[in-house]
């Protein structure tokens, strides 16, 4: 894994967490369309359960998943925080820390940092090289 990758799982996990919660309210909207009642009903010797009653259970095990989701984001976010505050740039610093950890693209980064796009490019690169000291071995 790059450094790049290790910073990246932070914003992939965050991807991956809005996804679920598209999928949450997707299924919400399927349940309260749904006329039928919870109950299981017995079809032919075998219980046969409502759509709304398969969605709520759809639901329960995404919103498990977030859970588990956001404790990881929880501590990839204070480990590649750990990281990037060790940078002695400070354009390095708030860069990583903006497209990372804020989720910023690079225009919105450029902005903020009054750079241009190009030089936002160039500073990432040598942003990274810098962090590639204090990644944790097994990613660099």
């Known amino acids: 894994m790059t450094v790049r990758d290790y910073f990246e799982q932070v914003r992939e ?8 919660q598209e999928q949450i309210l997707h299924l919400k909207e399927l349940a309260t369309r749904a006329t039928s009642v ?10 046969k359960r409502s759509k ?8 329960v095990d995404i919103e498990r998943e977030i859970e588990r989701d956001i404790v990881r984001l929880k501590e990839l976010y204070k480990e590649v925080s750990a990281v990037i505050v060790k940078l002695d740039n400070e354009n390095s610093r708030e860069l990583l820390t903006l497209r990372y950890l804020c989720n910023k693209n690079w225009e919105d980064i450029a902005d903020k940092m009054n750079f241009d796009t190009r030089s936002v490019y160039r500073i990432h690169k040598k942003a990274l090289s810098e962090a590639e000291r204090f990644v944790p071995k097994p990613c660099a």
């Not at 996990?13 to 679920?20: A, G, Q, S, V, Y």
């Not at 709304?52 to 639901?59: I, K, L, Q, R, T």
């Open 13 to 20: 996990i965050e991807r991956r967490i809005k996804i679920k």
């Open 38 to 47: 919870i109950e299981a009903v017995r079809i032919g010797g075998t219980y």
């Open 52 to 59: 709304m009653a398969n969605a709520v259970e759809d639901m």
